[in-house]
């Protein structure tokens, strides 16, 4: 990705935060949090796996969204530590919120923050987590270099990515879709949901953000939805901000034909009552030193 000009950054960052904090799309989280939370089990996995999480410490979860994988963290460190769960906007951390109150969570706060600026001090974390966020971030090697700036010596990033494009998920959806509607062009420059899936971008812009001991693996989990091809083409529709646009240019006719083609798809990977597909991630750590 070239260095675009600071006025397309901002233009950027507006496209994330109109997205990402809209009624509709917090709305979608909230109404399907409990099968999208099971679907990305494997991925929540592995940013745990990853933070080599211990009791006491003290996390930063970016991207919270409805909670994944900041409450997960929370049981994981125990009463004795601590995580901040952020988000663009209240709305999605809200439910967050309310969920960590249900299970008795003592040990979490939630912020609203700007990954570029954020509002905490110096050497304040042990660990700074994101499942399915970074690859948003308008400036990456920036807000990777506020991430390191608000470890503590020692401390760690656990990411966890989107990786290539050509998977079953997107493929049986957004794949078929491109069929029936002409999508625009798009800014080389923009961050998209899958540039962090080429080979060693996510590890190199680690490396200039200062981080060691820098790595990326890719790895394949398994995500199983309970419910039928029509259910997950609905949460889809409503739940994947970037990609309404284009389902909204659909005409009646052409809705139709597209959806028996998705449906026709998705059973492919049901057995009547469950959809597997795997997913492909890349999981990036890096340390301060």
Known sequence: MSAPDPAKIERFRETLRE???????????????????AFTRGATAAVLEAAQLR???????????????????????????????????????GLAEEMAKSKGLRNMEFRVADVEALPFPDASFDVVSCRFGVMFFPEQVKAFRECRRVLKPGGRVSFVVW????????GATIGVLMKYVEAPTPDPDAPHAFMLGERGLLE?????????DVREEVRTVTARWEGTPEDYWQQFTEVAAPF?????????????KAEAEIFAGLRKLSDGKVITMPLEIVIGTGVKT
């Open 19 to 37: 997205e990402w904090t809209a009624e509709q799309t917090v709305a979608a989280w909230r109404k399907w949090q409990g099968p999208l939370s």
């Open 55 to 93: 009791p006491g410490m003290w996390v930063l979860d970016l991207a919270s969204g409805v909670g994944d994988p900041a409450l997960s963290i929370a049981e994981a460190v125990g009463p004795s530590g601590h995580v901040v769960a952020t988000d663009l906007g209240p709305g999605m951390i």
């Open 163 to 170: 990786g290539k494009r050509e998977q079953p998920f997107l």
């Open 204 to 212: 190199s812009r680690l490396k200039a953000a200062g981080f060691a």
């Open 244 to 256: 309404r646009p284009l389902i909204a240019k659909l005409t009646p006719e052409t809705r139709a």
